[in-house]
């Protein structure tokens, strides 16, 4: 079995994501992306907010539509801007459709917040008195406007040692910050990483990058001292699911930590 902690959808022209589809041949259509979960045996998906080509994320509201057009194949995460009104929109958002949201996302270096804002608090008291986990981009941005000085993996070490009760996913595992994000990890029982994102469009370096990538993973997960806390994630359309899951096999890791990696972690965090 496979789930995947990090998808992305819509079905506008204006989505900031259809170059990468573009790049890796992809449609990038609801019926293609439950097509080739199908194809590559993913049984689950969480669906959270692509970028628009004017900055802002998909409305919650149009993931949710998606999310039940699929009957079950996708599970929503909502996108969380930093401003009081959208954090309170998000949480109404999330009282009404209870049953079916799974956490929360921030987009770390895209917006001109920090994890720590005020602005997040009632954010992570809800998503603690629910047990409901928050997803930080971290790492490199797609835009070159993105500011890495907030989406570096280590600016959340505060907001863990304060917030000791709330699940934190590092999306695309901090890269290249791996150790960083590792270190994290490591650290705070509660704080997992994804491995979304991790390889595009391939091209005369796409293997030896694999592989790369597959060592710097490996290496991380030595020092955690296991797999116990990192998910698989495609970050469709960003990444193909064939690279995605081809990047999992190369790992060295023992087949037990394939397997949370593939599927047991997400069902725990994500309450499948």
């Not at 992305?8 to 293609?32: C, K, M, Q, V």
Request: proline share 5%.
């Amino acid at each position: 079995m496979v789930i995947d902690a990090h998808v992305h959808l819509s079905e506008r022209p204006d989505d900031a994501l259809i170059p990468f589809a573009r790049r890796n041949g992809l449609r990038y259509t609801f019926d293609e992306l439950l097509s080739t979960m199908r194809t590559h045996g993913v049984q689950h998906g969480l669906l959270l907010s692509p970028p628009l080509q004017d900055g802002t994320p998909l409305p919650n509201g149009d993931v949710i539509k998606l999310c039940r057009r699929s009957q079950g194949t996708l599970s929503p995460i909502f996108t969380v801007e930093p401003t009081k009104k959208e954090v309170a929109s998000v949480l109404k958002l999330a009282e009404q459709s209870k049953k079916e949201v799974k956490g929360f996302k921030v987009r770390l270096g895209y917006i001109k917040a920090s994890a720590e804002g005020p602005v997040f608090g009632d954010l992570y008291d809800y998503a603690e008195a629910e047990g409901l986990p928050v997803l930080f981009h971290t790492g490199d941005t797609a835009s070159r406007s993105g500011d890495l000085s907030l989406s570096h993996p280590l600016n959340l070490d505060r907001l863990a040692n304060r917030r000791e009760e709330l699940t934190i996913v590092l999306c695309h595992f901090g890269s290249p910050w791996f150790e960083d994000a590792a270190e994290l990890v490591y650290k705070h029982p509660k704080v997992y990483a994804d491995m979304s994102g991790l390889t595009t469009g391939g091209g005369t370096y796409g293997r030896k990058l694999s592989q790369w990538l597959a060592r710097k993973v490996s290496e991380a997960i030595y020092f955690i001292g296991g797999a116990e806390k990192v998910l698989f994630g495609t970050d469709y359309p960003v990444t193909k699911y064939s690279d995605a899951l081809d990047l999992v096999k190369l790992l060295d890791v023992e087949e037990a930590d394939r397997q949370r990696i593939l599927w047991r972690n997400a069902q725990k965090v994500f309450g499948l």
